[in-house]
């Protein structure tokens, strides 16, 4: 099959055989075409470039500690959670005299910003505990550059979190508690 299509593919733009190609091996492997189209296709130096980008951002969310809220299970399993399922945000809530929060489902809200705007909202971000906001707000442009483009190469994945409650209200679901701190 791919001797055919190379064959048939000889008066084809160098665009459309990448393209022709491309597809026989989704097609090959199994995998439906519009699941390979997260990040747009790179080529030469460019997709070398990406690519160290995506590495980078894979190991600043493993070591940066994204996955110790953002993944459901990924602290109880001792981080053996299939990549495909991290940053998809969590029900288990974070319970203290701020309310209740929930982990953000990273693979929706990324996927739905431009790069600019989620350097924006990482630089600025204000959250309630235990999101280390004040951490992100320092991190270099390259670095958050590398964690919104190993995101949106994983692709959007599982549905939004539930909604933070304010002080007061009681959480229906699991919960970690937090004691007040101590004056």
């Not at 439906?32 to 995506?54: D, E, F, L, R």
């Not at 459901?72 to 001792?78: D, L, Q, R, V």
């Amino acid at each position: 099959m791919i001797k055919l299509l190379y064959k048939t593919s000889l008066a084809l733009t160098h665009a459309a055989k990448h393209a022709a190609v491309h597809a026989t091996m989704l097609l090959v492997l199994g995998i439906p075409a519009h699941a390979a189209q997260n990040t747009p296709p790179a080529s030469g130096a460019n997709a070398s470039a990406q690519g160290k980008y995506i590495e980078r951002g894979r190991y600043l969310v493993k070591v940066g500690g994204c996955n110790d809220c953002h993944t459901a299970g990924y602290g109880m399993s001792a981080g053996q959670v299939p990549e495909k399922e991290w940053l998809q945000g969590d029900q288990l809530g974070w319970h203290g005299p701020w309310g209740t929060t929930y982990p953000t489902n990273l693979r929706l809200s990324i996927n739905a910003m431009s790069e600019n705007d989620w350097i924006k909202r990482a630089q600025t971000l204000k959250a309630r505990p235990p999101m280390p906001w004040f951490a992100v707000n320092i991190m270099d442009k390259e670095d958050l550059r590398a964690i919104y483009r190993f995101v949106r190469h994983l692709g959007p994945a599982g549905k939004p979190a539930p909604a933070g409650l304010a002080p007061g209200v009681k959480p229906a679901g699991p919960v970690i508690l937090f004691p007040a701190p101590p004056n």
